[in-house]
């Protein structure tokens, strides 16, 4: 939550009162920084495309067996850059440009690889005094490194896939001793204030010292009252990237913005800077709560991707030789075949730290999906009740009042699996302790969930509340483990409790501690049902700069603009990591961030943090969770109903219907609104909201079979139609419909009083079946379907399998061994194949112990087979195939269950009306081998 | 291939201590044995489809009403009856048998989950029939008191009915009673009036002859000041002495301009003097006493009034209007009264010291005055009943406006307020009126809403009241409050909480709302059942 409810926070400073009133009704953007308003975008911008300063030093080019260095000299002040390169496996290319000898270290982000990335031998081809060629591995890979000016290009075969510095963007703010300008004699040395300063174009060494005495924030920058003392200098650094024969690029979340990136020429660059923003609003490149510094490009031959591994704010500019085209332009170079080649150009800009760049060639898009999960990780594995439905409002008042609505949830015969407590349920927001009054015996209330098979979250905020008399505070002060401010106090900011503290998370030792936490007889009152929320991480400031940290707060030797953004990443990797340890390293843990950075997916789920009771909100989250997961972050959700305001009964509806296919689904609403639990708007609304959370949890063998993929591949859960189908242009900018998996499509309903949807069926000569009704439909169209309120537009893939199980209970863990319903949607090949993936549902023994059951569901030849996919795991299930629906079929005059090398016949009905074929009870164990024949 | 095959059941069921055997499948309630018969193929109770019996609870979802499967969790829409011997029989959804929890007391839902459930139905029925009884109890005492509500609600009823009918009686008197003092006020108020003004009058001239006195003695003493060299003469250079006189104030008064004042002559006599004197004497310095300015005459319709200023600091407290009424938290209120309390103000008749007073009035004057303020005061206070008595008629008749009921059993919350404190605050409830909140530890009392309306089922709208309208929430809504009545022999307010932010409920027990008992045993009723 990021609004402060003025009541309840009486120690507010008046001007905290006035910076959150003014903003009542939208984001206030004057509380956050354009690129103008800060320092090093402004200077670096300002720097236009042409001939680059930096000229490679060939003679200083050194290879050994798979790294190359090369010096590179800014011939405008001589400072020397080293530039490394390196060729990773799994075609990837790894550039770092750091100053050859910094005056001090500068900060190389660490803990967001998972490891050293493995290297590929790297040979030189050519060199001559322009240039070197590379080999890059063996797919007829080149990577020529241009001398004067330096320039890198990627080639494959006579294409170009990508080019760096080739707009001569590269700008690099080498650390610098403070002049003392007052002292220095005129005509001293000039330091430029981009070192890449484009003195040529002028014609002219024009050493105007003056005009560099101007240049303000370099050594000092003040944003409404917020100094930032800077005691490094200018630190900045850009570099730009060309993408000739690419139009759509996407990725570097987060940002409230559709799924395909806009050119952002003539309006402010993204901004990634992790912030909280109260009541954000859409269609804009603001900053939000995370950032993931990663673009993918795509084009219906390639799709790559560059990460800009970086964590200090950053901005990334967009611009495209062929945006500003109409269609009809567009349609006059295709008739006239004109020879200019579209082509995307990007250019990121960072406060501080180096340039380290991998480049991922793809060229698939699943190619980048695991080339990026090889470098950060994959999605953790969540526990299967966590992909159930949680019902979640700041705030539930009491444990009477969480007994109420659990007791609704069953009256109303509505699943849940999480019920979840905001702010107010610790004692004055510290976190990690209970209100004596309102949550007087925790345990009991847990225990009442668990006897349910339900469970708990409870929020742990990062903000310490300044009280000796808190036993977090007191430790954390003895362990000394506060971020200090730049005089190397405490850092005390307001928040949630009116003063804190913040924790280093940067620490290793203080995420330990904080990891020691979670532990049961340290969390008075939490048991194993007991989950975590870990929200203002970004860290939330209220008194701070755009509502954060103070940039020159310091986490050991590093300056708080350094690490900025993964200060999240590391909340949530140090309380993810206590929820594993009070297991013992046995059960997995589940815990949703709002912050979060490059890796942040490997901790658990995110959340879009706090968008309103509005349709485009709605409409807004598609594009924003598909933004996600491309770069890696599948477990994502918004808001069911939006946090802010309240939503019509419509919206409300509509949203759970979305809500229900999205990876994280989650109802909140804010602390003012009025009640908005499932059943309080009528039995027809009731029901609808029933009928969505239902399919949610027929669907779950699906949801957990696609986690266990995007864990094992980076697959993401939730996609972009173009993933799937990469050489259908006309899936490149959809984002109101999305796919869950390669197998279903969805276009849900996000407009008001809406009549219909047209959603595009993709794929030539494929097929899809509505969920619902089971009627096949072609590929390739934009099909209008009708809808009413009833309506959730869902289709299955033709040539797919999906797992259900149809007996929806109170919880997901009560349908634990129930049976499964195998819906077998056929190709117009009469082919269908999926996968079937069971295991204890919580625990690590899937991965320790190899308890999972994993298994192939084929259907070719008019038979229907169960083969493993993993002959040495071993699990058992009670979980049975109680029906087989296969659609698309013709009628069998016999069906025949072959197991075990026994055949005994099943009975079948057969609906010639939608050409369906249910099989029934075919009744062989989840685990087995088993064929069916239809005869 | 997991699944009981348990098609049938023995359901043992207790009444008056006779075990009865009664077999059918499991979770099929007794009322609807005769559709499932083992012998015959299974129709699905919607007609459907007809299946072979065997089909009946074997786990598989035939029916689309779920019919079929009374006792698995096969089908979606499926229900489970159990029969909880002892306690009250039950339907459950399918989808809570054998999932692992405990939902019929009698444990016949989890049959094959592992879960170990304990029979709890005879613990319940003992539970709910001791609950069933004390309700029974407290809803006979109760309803009893409610009659005796009724009774008084009634009577008071008729009481304030018959009042307001004698009051307005009473005030048509009072009325005539007003009119007639009005007329004698303003006959006694003429003389009055005429008689006042001869006075002033009288007054006005004898201070105008006691003023031209002065001003004679004043010359004469002038006269005697400018004749320095006492030649019974004013000459032009005695009056030249005083520069004050310069006619065009260049400092000096020169021979001619003396001369002019003088009339042209070169000296005046005493009586020459008098037409001198009007001339010099707004000027005129005396020798001796040089600073004391000329007296300067106040008439005395200027008497210095206190400055009225409306937007001023209120006045002190005792000039308030009485007539405010208790809720003072607007501070609205309050300035109106300031306004509303001015013209009472009474203007201080402040006497210049060296201004005479006027005289008493005369005795026949002063006896005029008296006879016309005797007739004021009567007719004010005549006034002051009249208006009482049209506020007392006038809130009778609200109360006897409001809605207390089908048998006016809430006429008795009237006017009443009842307090609950928590934690934190201390609740107030005065029904038909407002209900409050204040933090216990001091700080201001919250309006939680003022009385809106009965707002119970449409059957019986008396069970909830709801306040609206109250202190407004910051980005919210204005604070409201749903009052939720129970039977209870007490009146009183049991629980409140805030279930939505700003949106209040309270619990409320009153004899009112209790129902006359049913004449029936309260024991559990699963007569059917057996």
Redesign the interface.
């Given at each position: 939550m990021a609004?402060i409810?003025?009541?309840r926070m009486g120690l507010l400073s008046v001007f905290f009162v006035c910076l959150f009133f003014s903003s009542?009704f939208a984001v206030d953007r004057g509380n956050f920084k354009t690129c103008d308003q800060s320092a090093f975008c402004k200077r670096q911008r300002a720097f236009k495309p042409g001939q680059s300063p930096y000229r490679a030093l060939l003679e200083t080019l050194e290879l050994s067996d798979s790294r190359l260095t090369l010096q590179l000299i800014n011939d405008n002040n001589k400072v020397h850059l080293l530039l490394e390169l390196y060729r990773l496996q799994g075609n990837m290319t790894r550039v770092k440009i750091n100053e050859l000898k910094p005056l001090k270290p500068r900060f190389e982000v660490p803990d967001v690889l998972i490891a050293e990335p493995p290297t590929e031998p790297l040979s030189v081809l050519s060199k001559d005094d322009n240039g070197v060629v590379l080999s890059l591995g063996a797919e007829s890979q080149r990577l020529i490194v241009s001398a004067r000016p330096f320039r890198l290009d990627i080639m494959e075969g006579p294409e170009v896939l990508l080019s760096l510095n080739s707009r001569g963007l590269l700008a690099f703010e080498h650390l610098r001793l403070r002049k003392d300008t007052q002292a220095q004699p005129e005509g001293a040395e000039v330091k430029e204030s981009v070192d890449g300063d484009q003195q040529q174009d002028e014609g002219k060494k024009d050493e105007d010292e003056e005009s560099n005495k101007e240049e303000d924030g370099l050594w000092e920058e003040t944003f409404k009252s917020h100094t930032d003392t800077k005691p490094n200098g200018p630190t900045s650094i850009s570099l730009d990237f060309s993408l000739p024969g690419v139009e759509h690029v996407y990725g570097i979340p987060e940002h409230a913005d559709d799924l395909k990136l806009k050119t952002t020429d003539g309006g402010d660059p993204y901004r990634l800077y992790n912030l909280d923003v109260f009541q954000y609003e859409l269609y804009n490149p603001m900053a939000l709560y995370g950032s993931i510094p990663v673009m993918l490009a795509h084009n219906t031959q390639r799709t790559m991707g560059i990460f800009w591994l970086n964590a200090a704010e950053t901005w990334v500019d967009i611009s495209s030789n062929t945006a500003g085209k109409t269609v009809f332009g567009k349609m006059l170079d295709f008739v006239q075949g004109s020879s200019e080649k579209p082509q995307t150009d990007v250019r990121w800009i960072s406060e501080s730290g180096i340039i380290d760049v991998f480049i991922m060639l793809g060229p698939k898009p699943s190619d980048v999906f695991s080339q990026y999960a090889s470098l950060t990780g994959t999605q953790s594995f969540p526990p299967l009740a966590s992909l159930g439905y949680h019902q979640c409002r700041w705030n539930y008042?009491d444990q009477?009042?969480v007994k109420s609505v659990d007791q609704g949830f069953d009256q109303h015969?509505i699943p849940y699996d999480f019920i979840w407590l905001d702010i107010e349920h610790a004692d004055g927001k510290r976190y990690f302790t209970w209100d004596p009054?309102k949550f007087s015996q925790p345990k009991e209330m847990l225990q009442g969930l668990m006897?349910?098979?339900r469970k708990m979250v409870a929020i742990v905020d990062p903000h310490i509340k300044v009280d000796s008399g808190y036993k977090i505070h007191n430790e954390i002060t003895s362990k000394d483990f506060y971020v200090k401010n730049k005089d190397g106090g405490n850092y005390e900011g307001w928040c949630w409790p009116g003063n804190s503290g913040y924790p280093d998370f940067t620490n290793p030792e203080m995420r330990a501690w904080w990891a020691s936490m979670f532990a049961y007889d340290q969390y008075e009152g939490s048991m194993e049902n007991l989950f975590t929320w870990n929200d203002m991480n970004e860290p939330s400031v209220f008194n701070g700069p755009e509502v954060t940290m103070h940039k020159d707060a310091l986490h050991g030797k590093w300056e708080h603009r350094d690490i900025h953004n993964m200060y999240g990443l590391y909340v949530q990797m140090a309380t993810a990591e206590g929820q594993i340890q009070r297991s013992g390293g046995a059960e997995r843990p589940f815990v949703l961030t709002r912050a979060f950075f490059a890796g942040s997916q490997r901790f658990g789920a995110v959340w879009t943090g706090d968008n309103a009771a509005e349709w485009d909100h709605l409409k807004i989250s598609i594009p924003m969770c598909l933004s996600l997961g491309l770069v890696g972050v599948s477990f994502c959700g918004a808001d069911v109903g939006g946090f802010f305001k309240n939503p019509s009964t419509e919206l409300l509806v509509r949203w759970y219907q979305t809500g229900a296919y999205q990876p994280f689904f989650r109802a909140h609403a804010h602390?003012?609104?009025?009640?908005r639990e499932p059943w309080l708007f009528g039995p027809e609304n009731t029901a609808l909201i029933r009928e969505a959370v239902?399919q949610r949890y027929a669907l779950l063998p699906y949801w957990y079979q696609l986690f266990f993929q995007a864990y094992r591949t980076g697959m993401p859960v939730m996609r972009p139609l173009w993933v799937d189908y990469p050489k259908d242009t006309a899936t490149f900018t959809i984002d109101d419909e999305f796919l869950i998996g390669s197998d279903l499509l969805v276009h849900p309903v996000t407009e008001e009083g809406s009549r219909g949807v047209t959603a595009y069926l993709p794929g030539a000569g494929e097929v899809w079946y509505d969920v619902h009704t089971f009627q096949k439909h072609n590929g390739a169209q934009n099909l209008y379907i009708p809808v009413t309120l009833s309506s959730i537009p869902v289709f299955q893939r033709g040539g797919s399998i999906i797992p259900r199980k149809?007996?929806?209970?109170?919880s997901s863990?009560?349908?634990e061994?129930?049976p499964y319903t195998l819906y077998v949607a056929l190709s117009p090949k009469k082919f269908a194949e999926g996968k079937l993936y069971i295991d204890d549902g919580h625990s690590f023994n899937y991965d320790t112990k190899k308890e999972f059951i994993h298994r192939s569901l084929t259907f070719a030849n008019n038979a229907l087979t169960s083969s493993n996919l993993c002959p040495d795991c071993n699990f058992l299930t009670?979980s049975?195939i109680?029906?087989v629906l296969i659609l698309g079929a013709s009628k069998p005059s016999k069906v025949v269950l072959k197991m075990n090398g026994k055949e005994t016949p099943v009975d079948f009905e057969f609906d010639s009306s939608m050409s369906v074929l249910t099989l029934?009870?075919p009744?062989?164990?989840a685990g087995d081998d088993w064929t069916l024949l239809l005869q | 291939m997991t699944c009981l095959h348990l098609l049938l059941t023995l359901v043992f069921a207790v009444s008056l201590g006779t075990p009865v055997e009664i077999q059918r499948p499991r979770g099929v309630p007794l009322t609807k044995k005769q559709f499932y018969e083992e012998s015959k193929p299974f129709t699905c109770l919607d007609g459907s489809r007809t299946i072979p019996f065997d089909r009946v609870n074997d786990d598989y979802c035939d029916c689309k009403d779920g019919s079929d499967e009374p006792g698995t969790a096969a089908c979606p829409n499926g229900s489970f009856h159990c029969t909880n011997a002892g306690y009250r029989p039950m339907f459950i959804p399918s989808s809570r048998i054998n999932d692992g929890i405990c939902d019929c007391c009698d444990t016949t839902d989890e049959y094959n989950s592992g879960a170990k459930c304990e029979n709890t139905c005879k613990e319940l029925g003992r539970k709910e029939r001791e609950v069933l009884q004390k309700m029974a109890e407290i809803t006979k005492e109760g309803f009893l008191l409610k009659q005796q509500l009724i009774e008084e609600a009634k009577k008071g009823q008729q009481e304030k009915q018959s009042k307001v009918t004698d009051m307005q009686e009473n005030k048509k008197q009072l009325d005539e009673k007003v009119e007639a003092l009005r007329t004698v006020k303003e006959t006694a108020e003429q003389p009055e009036k005429e008689a006042k003004e001869r006075h002033l009058k009288a007054w006005e001239e004898q201070k105008a002859a006691i003023r031209l006195e002065k001003d004679k003695a004043k010359m004469a003493e002038t006269f005697l000041e400018l004749d320095d060299n006492a030649d019974g003469f004013v000459s032009v250079s005695e009056l030249q002495s005083h520069a004050e006189l310069d006619p065009d104030a260049d400092g000096t008064l020169t021979e001619i301009e003396a001369q002019g004042l003088m009339g042209g002559a070169e000296q005046v006599d005493t009586s020459t003097f008098e037409s001198v004197w009007p001339k010099i004497k707004d000027k005129y310095h005396s020798e001796s006493q040089a600073e004391e300015p000329a007296p300067v005459e106040t008439p005395p319709d200027e008497v210095k009034e206190p400055v009225v200023d409306n937007d001023s600091e209120p006045y002190p407290e005792d000039d308030i209007s009485e007539e405010e009424d208790e809720d003072d938290e607007d501070e609205d209120d309050y300035h109106e009264d300031d306004d509303k309390a001015q013209p009472t103000i009474k203007t201080p008749e402040k006497t210049h010291e060296d201004e005479e007073a006027m005289p008493p009035y005369d005795a026949d004057t002063q006896a005029l005055i008296d006879a016309a303020q005797k007739a004021r005061d009567d007719f004010e206070e005549a006034e002051k009943a009249l208006r009482e008595m049209d506020d007392q008629i006038r809130n009778i008749e609200k109360e006897l406006s409001f809605d207390f009921g089908p048998d006016a059993e809430f006429t008795y919350l009237y006017s009443q307020c009842y307090e609950l404190t928590t934690s934190e605050y201390i609740y107030r409830l005065c029904p038909f009126n407002r209900v409050s909140q204040k933090p216990k530890y001091g700080g201001s009392e919250t309006n939680l809403g003022t009385w809106g309306s009965w707002s119970g089922p449409e059957n019986n709208k008396y069970l909830l009241m709801k306040y609206e309208q109250g202190t407004g929430c910051w980005q919210g809504p204005n604070r409201s409050t749903t009052v939720k009545l129970t039977c209870g022999k007490e009146t009183v307010v049991t629980s409140t909480s805030e279930p939505s932010r700003c949106e209040y409920l309270m619990e409320f027990t009153t004899p009112a709302v209790c129902q006359e008992p049913a004449n029936i045993d309260p024991s559990p009723h699963d007569h059917v059942e057996l």
């Open positions: 609004v409810s003025i009541e009542a008042n009477e009042d015969d009054h006897d349910k098979k602390l003012d609104t009025t009640r239902r149809d007996r929806v209970r109170r863990a009560c349908m061994n129930d009670s049975w109680e029906k029934r009870k009744g062989m164990n | -």
